[in-house]
């Protein structure tokens, strides 16, 4: 036999295609080529397969090779095929019987020894193999328990080369997947370690309610920090969908923990501030890869002293926060990753920072306006939640009060979520911050006149753009739903009027 078939999967972006490797053996002088738009990483493929199948024990065969991947308008990228042009070579030569790997998938990067090393994205690879109707899938021993999350297909596992061939050849065994882990997640910071600051807490609890981006500006000391790194621990653990969503972008950038195993918590990503553009929403010379916005999705992104952030950087964020999606063009092609991210932005409110606030500043107004006018006016107008932050006093440090802890605020946040789910399930949207603006504003959920009097006359004065009008409206639910009750009225609709613009109304 001089031809043989076996199927792999193909990454783009957190999309996955079924491949079909062929492989050829024809007269000639000896020679491997590949076909089907291989990029670097897959070209050297040529060097890793021959010295893998003779350090395992197999011939090469001494014929002029031809392997074709198809479909071969795809860009195929990555070393996850070595394993698979691996078997169809050796089929090809009649050295394997193709019978065993009838609508099985192969992935998996090879070692010169023959070992079979893990790679990137495997979950999305093996969601696309379900998907495509394939029943089997080999993954490198590493990816196993991160592929076998997958329902409806069963995932085996192989270390070297060698098993896998004795396996097709002879029978032999392949490798379980480790059972699913189900150990608790470490310990997250708590709300009870925050003293005082009572404003920001319950801006922090509606826009983990709501899902809305936060905006923390206060002296050094306030506590904007400590606030922002504890809202993972009072939102609610992510749902099976988004576990798998979140997982695969991981998987993709290399950022799974070792032990695989599905991401259950929303992530929290903290860039610093000296981060390009392309760290934050991602990118690279060929094959994009995700950003920190893409890494926290279902989850925070925390940008801390963010007016020391490149303006070209916090602007690459505003079209992102709209769509919930970041799309990367290259010449290669354009490749599209999930955004849904809470944006949470903490600054100090000058360059010089003083912890006693405006009284101790020493910069001009001039100064402190050129550095609040870093983060620009469209980014900040989709931060739904902006609360100043005033400094501690002795009385909040010392006092022996106990603060609520994260596990009391969870809960109403998990209730308040849960009462927007329902009511918004018509519309799949989960949280109120997803909700379209014109949506709110049309029966049955637009408000009476005389709850919203004040924050027309808001719009009317230029104080609010249309877009921060839809923001209140939304907090205002968000508001409603923490406290209980079905619709907000003309007090909630104040409360988002002040989280939103303080005392500039």
């Known amino acids: 036999m001089s ?4 199927l792999a999967v193909g990454l783009t972006g957190v999309t996955g295609h079924v491949v079909a490797v062929e492989a050829d053996l024809a007269l000639g002088l000896p020679a491997m080529t590949l076909t089907g738009l291989p990029d670097t990483a897959l070209n050297e493929a040529r060097d890793r397969v021959r010295a893998a199948i003779v350090n395992s024990g197999r011939t090469w065969p001494n014929r002029r090779i031809t392997v074709n991947l198809l479909p071969a308008t795809l860009p195929k990228h990555g070393s996850g095929f070595d394993l698979p042009v691996a078997v169809a070579v050796l089929a090809s030569a009649g050295e394997l019987p193709p019978a065993p790997l009838d609508g099985v998938a192969l992935i998996g990067e090879l070692g010169l020894d023959g070992t079979v090393r893990p790679v990137r994205g495997v979950l999305p690879m093996a969601v696309a ?26 995932v085996r596992a192989v270390d070297t080369l060698h098993r896998l061939l004795a396996y097709v050849r002879d029978g032999g065994a392949l490798l379980d997947p480790p059972p699913p882990d189900d150990a608790p997640s470490t310990s997250m910071p708590d709300l009870a370690d925050v003293t005082g600051q009572a404003l920001a807490r319950r801006a922090l609890e509606v826009a983990a309610a709501g899902g809305h981006n936060l905006s923390l500006l206060g002296p050094p000391g306030a506590g904007k920090t400590m606030l922002a790194e504890r809202l993972p621990s009072i939102l609610p653990p992510l749902s099976d969908a988004d576990a798998m969503e979140v997982t695969a972008v991981h998987s993709i950038a290399g950022a799974l923990p070792a032990d695989g195993r599905l991401i259950r918590r929303p992530p929290f990503q903290a860039p610093h501030h000296s981060a390009s553009v392309a760290a934050l929403v991602g990118g690279g010379s060929a094959l994009a890869r995700p950003g920190a916005l893409s890494l926290a999705h279902r989850g925070v992104l925390f940008l801390d002293e963010a007016a ?6 916090l602007d690459a964020l505003r079209q992102p926060l709209e769509s919930g999606r970041v799309t990367i063009a290259r010449a290669h092609g354009s490749t599209e990753y999930p955004a849904q991210v809470q944006l949470v932005l903490a600054s100090n409110p000058c360059p010089c920072a003083k912890p006693a606030g405006d009284t101790a500043c020493e910069c001009t107004p001039l100064v402190r306006r050129r550095y609040l006018a870093r983060i620009s006016g469209p980014l900040l107008d989709r931060i739904d939640v902006q609360v100043t932050l005033n400094p501690l006093r002795a009385a909040h440090l010392m006092t022996d009060t106990t603060t609520e802890p994260s596990s009391a605020v969870a809960a109403r946040v998990a209730a308040a ?4 789910a329902a009511r918004w399930s018509p519309g ?3 949280v109120n911050a997803e909700v379209p603006g014109p949506h709110l ?7 009476p006149v005389r709850d919203t009097a004040d924050l027309r006359r808001s719009l009317d004065s230029g104080a609010l753009s249309a877009r921060g009008f839809d923001r209140v409206l939304r907090l205002a639910w968000t508001i409603a739903d923490l406290d209980g009750r079905p619709r907000p009225d003309r ?14 109304r």
């Open 441 to 447: 504003r049309r029966p049955p959920w637009r408000l």
């Open 428 to 430: 799949a949207w989960q």
């Open 129 to 154: 193999a379900a998907r495509a109707g394939l029943t089997h899938l080999i993954v490198p021993a590493a990816n196993a328990r991160e592929a076998s999350a997958v329902p409806g297909l069963t």
């Open 308 to 313: 020391e952030f490149s303006t070209r950087a």
């Open 3 to 6: 031809y043989a078939k076996v």
């Open 417 to 420: 979520r849960a009462a927007a």
């Open 491 to 504: 007090h909630d609709v104040n409360e988002a009027s002040l989280l939103r613009l303080g005392d500039h």
